[in-house]
């Protein structure tokens, strides 16, 4: 019965009544890239068995192939789709740094409209860290952005639950803490955050052998890069069995017929070229969605989406309007299978992060565009020495460092991880370069398309109120030079 209104209302452009709207489980995993999940077709993520739970949710739902997050950070990149805009326009691209108290979060509205809403798992970062100076977190508690005051915006606030090792068989339990706060007849709105694969990982990867891992093309094949792989292919797993944990929850209380569940990675992989960079790696996750009766199953999208866009979608879901200065756009048409408006181009930012101030895994400025054919990536401050957020001491890392202090790294991997400076511009075509490793920026036979695409990051930087230079002005004064 209840499909059957929201099919009616959806037809008749009808708003709902709050007990007739569907249930909405949100849950992000930490760090985590395509392609890792079997679903994607990743050869590691078959042969080892590591995704069953979500390759079964990809066949009960739509898998998104294009689906990319706002900043290649986790703090920065869960505001945005909290509150359905960039990092940048909401002045949070400082990492931690919580969006201002009057910014509207799409839970607020589903709130205002009858919803229960509930956050709860690995730490959502809405306000800020977890633990910050004093000073920091008086400030924060002052302006209305932390503490009481934020919490209050929620009917059941929980800040960095762990899920990580043995704690993941805990996962049921808060599930089921949270709903049990649930008004009788009331629908839900629950985010539900993994701290899985985010480092540090443990070394249990059984049945994951290193040595036969398949590795992309643009990592050097060492010991170290390989027992990292595997260790970080034992992290989704548990994330996966953790997924299992949550479907269990459902069908044991009978709400999955009725709940929307949205499955999607904060930001890309701790891996090399992953976390803190606007490689692909590093924006490109995994989303799938299912809605038993809605969305078909077994169904796959081919459509830009970015994580903005999820508050507008959610909101219309239920027959609501996005809230003012939300600039996603809903993909809800996609999901039904109706003719969709696709997104030209996807947008992402990188500011500051925790790291060494002078490498780019403490402090980095830079912005993308994605195309349905190109990325396009813009580094505003190129001198800065690369380095793999979350890497610095990290084997791998430490072993191609010594490789490369010694002079025995490759030339190609030499020109990728150690290239001082890095390129302002970097332009590649991911339908014959998917792997990012091919710089076509300044080529004669590209000046047109990477103009078209560059005035296209001018202007969202305009709109978004952006404090960097405007990229065409560093082009006029490279051309000058």
């Known amino acids: 019965m209840i499909k059957y209104l929201i099919v009616v209302a959806f037809f008749l452009g009808l708003s709902l009544d709050a007990k007739d709207r569907p249930n909405i489980l949100l849950i992000l995993s930490d760090d985590h890239s395509v392609p890792h999940v079997g679903a994607y077709g990743d050869i590691n993520c078959i042969r080892f068995g590591i995704t069953p739970n979500l390759d079964a949710m990809a066949a009960e739902g739509m898998l998104f192939n294009r689906a990319y997050t706002a900043a290649p950070q986790c ?3 869960r505001i945005s789709i909290f509150a359905g805009r960039s990092p940048v326009g909401l002045g949070t691209s400082r990492f931690a740094q919580p969006a201002r108290s009057d910014t509207v979060l799409f839970t607020d509205v589903l709130k205002k409209h009858g919803y229960w809403v509930g956050l709860d798992g690995r730490h959502q970062h809405l306000d800020g860290r977890s633990r910050d100076l004093d000073h920091v977190t008086n400030t924060l508690v002052e302006l209305g952005m932390q503490d009481d005051a934020f919490e209050s915006r929620f009917d059941h606030f929980v800040r960095g639950a762990k899920t990580k090792g043995e704690a993941i068989h805990e996962v049921d339990n808060m599930i089921e803490i949270a709903l049990d706060k649930v008004g009788e007849g009331q629908p839900f709105f629950l985010y539900f955050g993994f701290n899985q694969p985010h480092r540090k990982w443990g070394d249990d990867h059984e049945k994951i052998d290193p040595e036969t891992l398949v590795l992309p093309p643009d990592w050097p094949d060492l010991p170290e890069v390989r027992l990292d792989y595997a260790k970080y292919l034992a992290e989704v797993r548990d994330l996966d069995t953790g997924m299992g944990i949550v479907d269990a929850v459902l069908e044991k209380r009978r709400l999955k017929e009725n709940t929307l569940v949205i499955f999607m990675g904060d930001n890309g992989e701790a891996l090399l070229r992953g976390k803190g960079t606007l490689a692909t790696r590093g924006t490109h996750v995994p989303l799938i969605v299912r809605w038993p009766g809605m969305v078909k199953p077994g169904s796959v999208s081919n459509s830009l989406i970015s994580g903005v866009d999820l508050a507008a979608t959610i909101l219309e879901v239920v027959g609501l309007d996005k809230a003012p200065g939300m ?20 947008f992402a930012e990188r500011g500051w992060h925790f790291g060494p101030i002078m490498q780019t895994d403490g402090f980095d400025l830079s912005r993308s565009i994605t195309t349905r054919k190109y990325l396009y990536i813009y580094n505003a401050i190129p001198e800065r020495r690369f380095s793999p957020v979350d890497m610095g001491s990290n084997p791998a890392w430490l072993a191609m460092q010594e490789l490369h202090k010694a002079g025995k790294l490759s030339e190609f991997h030499e020109r990728l991880y150690f290239q001082t400076p890095r390129p302002i511009f970097e332009l590649y075509n991911l339908e014959t370069d998917p ?11 590209m000046e047109a398309i990477e103009e078209r695409i560059r005035y296209e990051m001018d ?14 002005h560093v082009q006029a004064l490279e051309n000058r030079q």
């Open 435 to 445: 792997f990012q490793l091919k710089n076509l920026a300044g080529k004669k036979a």
């Open 459 to 472: 202007k969202w930087m305009i709109r978004e109120s952006d404090f960097l230079p405007l990229p065409s």
């Open 75 to 77: 703090a920065p990149s």
């Open 327 to 346: 600039t996603g756009v809903s993909f809800l048409n996609e999901l039904q299978g109706k003719p969709f408006k696709a997104r030209e181009f996807v």
